[in-house]
């Protein structure tokens, strides 16, 4: 795992010579530049894999598709505005999931036991959500997938109201 302070230096290190190095553990491509820039990590260091989690699905749609590196692997996060682009039987995707039986339930495969699997193992992926009270509260039951799409009737439901005159 590595964190925004690890340098290109490091990540050439020779114990990290055909290992695995997870982009981000929590944040995402927030911009061109910066998933260029980690794009151009990628190649130099071909020796190295890499996987990322990412809810930025039009940016890589015309940064990474076209032509990724051999040696980065990724995997779309339900969860975010661009949920609508996805298509799970094109895209590798990963939801979060309440728990182990629901990710079960709706015959999916989890991650639970290396986070490696979310890129490597059978699709499509569930994570069990974090053990947070307050949080799992707010999930309600919901993955991630249902509660953005929640999220996204709501908002379309206030674009369509009138406007109240000035």
């Known amino acids: 795992m590595t964190t925004d302070r690890t340098t290109p230096a490091e990540l050439a290190h020779p114990r990290h010579q055909g290992g695995w190095v997870r982009v981000h553990d929590a944040g995402d491509f927030f911009s061109d530049h910066y998933l260029a820039a980690w794009l151009r ?13 990412t809810k930025e699905v039009s940016r890589f749609r015309r940064l990474v598709e076209p032509n990724p590196p ?3 692997r990724w995997v779309y996060s339900y969860g975010g505005r661009e949920d609508h682009l996805l298509d799970p039987s094109r895209d590798r995707v990963a939801d979060v999931y309440p728990d182990e039986a629901a990710i079960r339930a709706d015959g999916w495969h989890s991650q639970d036991s290396t986070d490696l699997l979310a890129v490597l193992g059978p699709a499509p992926v569930g994570i069990p959500s974090n053990r947070i009270p307050h949080f799992q509260r707010r999930m309600g039951g919901r993955t991630f997938r249902v509660w953005q799409a929640e999220q996204d009737a709501r908002r379309a439901v206030q674009r369509q109201r009138p406007q109240a005159a000035p």
């Open 70 to 72: 051999r040696n980065f």
């Open 41 to 53: 990590i990628m190649i130099f260091l071909p020796g190295v894999n890499f996987y990322a989690y």
